[in-house]
């Protein structure tokens, strides 16, 4: 109940940074999900299919309906949504995300993305006509209802989590280590891991670090021992690694349930 209690007393200046929305798609949105699914499929294919879209690539921390939480990032009220014309702005925010802000780059194809921001613009027109449904209204406490036996199984099992974690071994303890939602941010998207490049020059000398800085025509990377080195992108072999591709993949992959449980799972370890 204590911890309970200490999931829902959250800052918003908390909520809007990193996973932490996270939390509320379970918290706040099940109850949403496909409420008005009727009336709200649009006449436009494109804009449904955008519904579906976004629900598993943003939902997580937007909100199925895109609404946010009620201290979440509320997208109607995003001035970068509203004044959005066919993608212009929106499309740039799902391609670079906000690095440092808890937005990563979602990988979408331009057409999914084309999607998305058809189903914005409706859930926007939507929401101009009636006052959006207020998240505090739903009942919480009951969709924090993990099962860490089942959070477990999926820890071994097709979370596949146990090839890269133990819980005796690097996450033993983890639940000591951060707060509730902390923790939760943390699983679903851990903050401050830097991509890591092997660069190959013409001549065949070869660079390693992580990734500093990388556009269409430039790549950066600060070596070991702390050196900027950068190089026109046509002139060397990029390889790049993301040491949380797994955890990128995995938010397409969660059933709402699968974060309840693994959260509840995660906590026993203390
Ligand atoms: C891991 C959580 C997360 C995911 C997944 C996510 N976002 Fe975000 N998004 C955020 C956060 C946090 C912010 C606020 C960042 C800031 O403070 O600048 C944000 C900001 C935005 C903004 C800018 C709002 C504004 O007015 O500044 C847009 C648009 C947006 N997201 C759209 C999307 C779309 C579309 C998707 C799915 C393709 C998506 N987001 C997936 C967390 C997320
Ligand atoms: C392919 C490898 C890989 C897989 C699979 C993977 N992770 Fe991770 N995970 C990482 C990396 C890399 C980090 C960031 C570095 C670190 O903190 O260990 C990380 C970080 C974390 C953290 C934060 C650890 C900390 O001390 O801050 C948690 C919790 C976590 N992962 C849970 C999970 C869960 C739960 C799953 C399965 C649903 C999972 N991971 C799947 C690679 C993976």
Same mark, same amino acid.
């Given at each position: 109940?204590?911890?309970?209690?200490?999931?829902?007393?959250?800052?918003?200046?908390?909520?809007?940074?990193? +996973?932490?929305?996270?939390? /509320?798609? @379970?918290?706040?949105?099940?109850?949403?999900?496909?409420?008005?699914?009727?009336?709200?499929?649009?006449?436009?294919? #494109?804009?449904?299919?955008?519904?579906?879209?976004?629900?598993?690539?943003? @939902?997580?921390?937007?909100? &199925?309906? &895109?609404?946010?939480?009620?201290? @979440?990032?509320? /997208?109607?009220?995003?001035? *970068?949504?509203?004044?959005?014309?066919?993608?212009?702005?929106?499309?740039?925010?799902?391609?670079?995300?906000?690095?440092?802000?808890?937005?990563?780059?979602?990988?979408?194809?331009?057409?999914?993305?084309?999607? *998305?921001?058809?189903?914005?613009?409706?859930?926007?027109?939507?929401?101009? /006509?009636? #006052?959006?449904?207020?998240?505090?209204?739903?009942?919480?406490?009951?969709?924090?209802?993990?099962?860490?036996?089942? @959070?477990?199984?999926?820890?071994?099992?097709?979370?596949?989590?146990?090839?890269?974690?133990?819980?005796?071994?690097?996450?033993?303890?983890?639940?000591?280590?951060?707060?509730?939602?902390?923790?939760?941010?943390?699983?679903?998207?851990?903050? =401050?891991?830097?991509?890591?490049?092997?660069?190959?020059?013409?001549?065949?000398?070869?660079?390693?670090?992580? /990734?500093?800085? $990388?556009?269409?025509?430039?790549?950066?990377?600060? =070596?070991?021992?702390? +050196?900027?080195?950068? +190089?026109?992108?046509?002139?060397?072999?990029?390889? *790049?690694?993301?040491?949380? &591709?797994?955890?990128?993949?995995?938010?397409?992959?969660?059933? $709402?349930? =699968?974060?309840?449980?693994?959260?509840?799972?995660? $906590?026993?370890?203390?």
């Amino acid at each position: 109940m204590l911890f309970m209690l200490d999931l829902l007393d959250v800052r918003p200046s908390e909520l809007m940074r990193g +996973w932490r929305c996270a939390l /509320l798609f @379970g918290l706040l949105l099940l109850p949403g999900l496909g409420l008005h699914a009727e009336q709200d499929v649009s006449a436009s294919d #494109s804009a449904r299919r955008g519904r579906t879209q976004f629900a598993q690539s943003c @939902g997580f921390c937007h909100g &199925a309906d &895109a609404n946010g939480g009620s201290e @979440g990032p509320n /997208l109607m009220r995003s001035a *970068i949504v509203r004044h959005d014309e066919n993608g212009n702005r929106i499309a740039p925010v799902i391609r670079d995300g906000r690095p440092g802000k808890g937005m990563p780059p979602v990988p979408l194809s331009d057409s999914q993305i084309a999607e *998305i921001v058809a189903f914005l613009h409706r859930r926007l027109e939507e929401s101009d /006509l009636r #006052s959006p449904a207020n998240p505090r209204e739903y009942d919480l406490k009951t969709l924090v209802t993990g099962d860490a036996a089942a @959070g477990k199984a999926f820890f071994y099992g097709s979370g596949e989590c146990s090839k890269c974690h133990s819980p005796s071994g690097d996450l033993a303890g983890i639940a000591k280590k951060y707060t509730p939602t902390d923790l939760q941010a943390q699983f679903l998207y851990p903050s =401050d891991v830097k991509k890591t490049a092997n660069i190959t020059t013409s001549s065949g000398e070869r660079f390693a670090g992580t /990734l500093f800085y $990388e556009d269409a025509f430039n790549i950066a990377i600060k =070596d070991e021992a702390g +050196w900027y080195h950068s +190089w026109p992108r046509s002139e060397v072999k990029v390889e *790049i690694r993301d040491p949380l &591709a797994a955890h990128l993949e995995l938010l397409h992959k969660y059933s $709402e349930a =699968d974060v309840h449980n693994l959260f509840a799972y995660l $906590e026993t370890l203390k």
